[in-house]
């Protein structure tokens, strides 16, 4: 079966972001092609912003909503798409005052994890 | 009476952003200085991101979390710090998926009334 | 210009919901289209849920997230599909529980408002 | 018809908070026992925190949750039950650290509002 | 000592969505009375939406407001309303669009979750 | 290095209520002498609300904001403050009711959590 232009398109965006073929793992299976035709073949590939800035307001509105697993997620993203741990640092600090001091321990906190989760695999 | 520096520093902030010297108004008068010394003059000056990236993140915070007034100033400042008017509708079409629905209608419908604005000023 | 096919199947199902073919009156113009093609014609026309039922969870997720605006077009929606006035107000106070009082008095008030809009116009 | 013992301590418990009798207005009539019996008999009656308690937090879970229309009723309650202007003002600014500073914003209007109000009643 | 009819009544109701009868466990006792009384008592059983409408409500609060322990609690409760897992699944995607990609994210990963324990205990 | 005036405020007050000098332990190093100045030093050192109603109304907060772990902090402050296990409960009680009922059940899952820490170091 031949994918859809929408999805080769989400696809390839994913796998910028994320360094990998998205694969469906234990995902429900439509939601999955949702997520990679409309989520990222329709919105994340329009010319509006940059790769860079899309995954930085996705890292903002993560982290003031508090979905703290989608956060770790795009975490990762936004260094694979070239943003500093410097900067995503100073995002948190910077969104405590906007969500709340929790909203930047939390973020502070999640992104220690994945920085030392890389460090550790890379040791 | 002479004015902190952390004051200073602030208030020369809020002037980038907001394109006024801040002004207390109606606004508390405690929380006015709060805001000026610890939110903008020691938070908003922080060398770790551009004026445009603590821009940007700020408005996508301010949208998720559906906090209109703030929003509106905010998107203001955001087009004083050289963000265009099409990347302020492209963060809200985007942000509609993080949030919801609801979070794009609304940070669009709000996005236009600002731009409505200083267009009927320019007139 | 032709219309896709899933814009015909979405705008098809906003008339079904909202009584009339949708208009982009002043929403941005690329978000309208997503809202028919993604929202409607991709998601509301899936054949796991009657639209009574997607009608239905769509008022409690506004109601309980506390978008006014939207929740007064879904409550329009759901008196289309059938939904009675009883069942809307009973909804409210029972999600009075699981988002907070002040969800309920403001569902209430809402629907309310919807209602005696409606009746004025039938007077 | 005889109210329920459960009515009449609610509605005793409102009278002492609000200043007034309570009465159903505009609100949907089941609700509004609902919230005389079960919100105010049965909880805000109960033993274990003072009202002035029981207010302050009320106030606190309001701000924060940015329900405009309940805090303002609960700020004229907070009054009625002794807390001071100073206090509700020094709440806001408080809270503006737990839920982000557009909560202390707005907490600080919405109470100059009430505060005004009360005022131009008594000029 | 007797129990009142208002807790008879909730605790008949809780017995026929979560399959047996509530008890307070490590539950606050007064608390517990109060979710038996109030909340299954007085709302639950009040007759103006069917059970399986209040359960599917419930679920869409659950979810967009993000609250896990409890989400997996009534997805339970849904399945046992009658509910079939692929509705609950459908109604997942449906409100990753009012709440934001995660919301549709999480609520399918712990609907998965529940549906597994349930398959795994009848192996 | 000597050490500011705002932290030495902020640190002697973090102690009084959290029964121990502050550390950043594995804490971002500015996030944390922002939280000590900044937070501690300048807000939680205001005169306008006795230290016990700054506890109680963050207690509040973090509850129907549903910040866990913020939250299990806060309770340990406010037993330091003199607020008492009971008064803990009933807050929790009293706030389900206007942040929803899996507020209320999570609050007291969480305040029971800390109870039985301190009980199980003192046996």
């Given at each position: 079966?031949?994918?859809?232009?929408?999805?080769?398109?989400?696809a390839a965006r994913m796998k910028e972001l994320?360094?990998?073929?998205?694969?469906?793992?234990t995902m429900h299976e439509d939601f999955f092609q949702i997520t990679v035709e409309n989520l990222f073949g329709d919105i994340w590939t329009r010319p509006g912003l940059e790769l860079k800035e899309r995954s930085m307001i996705t890292?903002?509105?993560?982290?003031?909503?508090?979905?703290e697993r989608e956060l770790?997620?795009?975490?990762?993203g936004?260094?694979?798409?070239?943003?500093?741990r410097e900067k995503i640092n100073e995002m948190m600090?910077?969104?405590a005052h906007y969500g709340g001091w929790p909203v930047g321990v939390n973020g502070l906190r999640i992104a220690?994890?994945?920085?030392?989760?890389i460090d550790s695999k890379q040791g």
């Amino acid at each position: 079966m031949t994918k859809s232009e929408r999805y080769e398109k989400g696809a390839a965006r994913m796998k910028e972001l994320f360094g990998a073929e998205p694969r469906p793992g234990t995902m429900h299976e439509d939601f999955f092609q949702i997520t990679v035709e409309n989520l990222f073949g329709d919105i994340w590939t329009r010319p509006g912003l940059e790769l860079k800035e899309r995954s930085m307001i996705t890292v903002a509105a993560l982290t003031v909503l508090a979905r703290e697993r989608e956060l770790k997620v795009h975490i990762r993203g936004a260094l694979n798409a070239g943003i500093s741990r410097e900067k995503i640092n100073e995002m948190m600090i910077h969104l405590a005052h906007y969500g709340g001091w929790p909203v930047g321990v939390n973020g502070l906190r999640i992104a220690k994890e994945v920085f030392d989760e890389i460090d550790s695999k890379q040791g």
